[in-house]
């Protein structure tokens, strides 16, 4: 019987690590040649909540993730600024799916929750019907002995070069997106199990424009 249920456990073991490997995303190589010039881009840099149902290519995830916050240097510096490089930020991706955070370093999307998560993040409806929903979140413990008040100045400062290159990404595309601040912060950590150092900062919602 010790045997038998040794054999079980050892089974079951192997089988939840086989469906968490089947459940990891790997994300297609961002395509990083092309796109329209970027004094285009900011021009038609916009704002846009109207959006309709649908979801993107893998090729647009992956260029979406490698835009807003992949590795663009083989040091493994990222396309956004941190400060001191501290790269204090976790990204986490709300999909149909569920939920998921990139791995920027290894271009994959971890599993996190299998739930669709995308209509209870912010405090408005029209987010569950994005293509994605980006939370950035903030992770204390990566930034140091800085004072409470630097932490908080820098995340709020760093996340803005994420939600710009995602605006920069999304009009190349023709993509909607907008950031969303009102949101139940304490509601959305315990949603995604986070950690007592992470905090959550900002949403950006990227859609299919109507």
Known sequence: MKRLYTLLLFVGITVSSFSQNQDTIKLLKPDTVGGKPLMQLLKERKTTRDIKEGVLTDQQ????????????RPNGKRTAPSAMNRQ??????????????????K??????????????IT?????????????YVADYEKM???????????AATDVGFICQNVYLYCASENLATVVLG???????????????TQKVILTQC????E
């Open 61 to 72: 995830l992956s260029n979406l993730l490698w835009a807003a916050y992949g590795v663009n």
């Open 88 to 105: 204090e930020f976790d990204l986490y991706v709300s999909l149909k799916k569920g939920l998921f955070v990139y791995d920027a370093l």
């Open 107 to 120: 271009n994959l999307l971890i599993p996190v929750l299998s739930e669709d998560l995308r209509g209870q």
């Open 123 to 135: 405090k408005q409806d029209f987010p569950a019907k994005a293509a994605a929903m980006l939370v």
């Open 144 to 154: 140091g002995n800085t004072s409470e008040a630097d932490k908080q100045f820098y």
């Open 182 to 196: 009102w949101i139940d912060k304490d509601k959305v950590a315990k949603l995604f199990k986070l950690k007592d």
């Open 206 to 209: 990227v859609g299919i424009p």
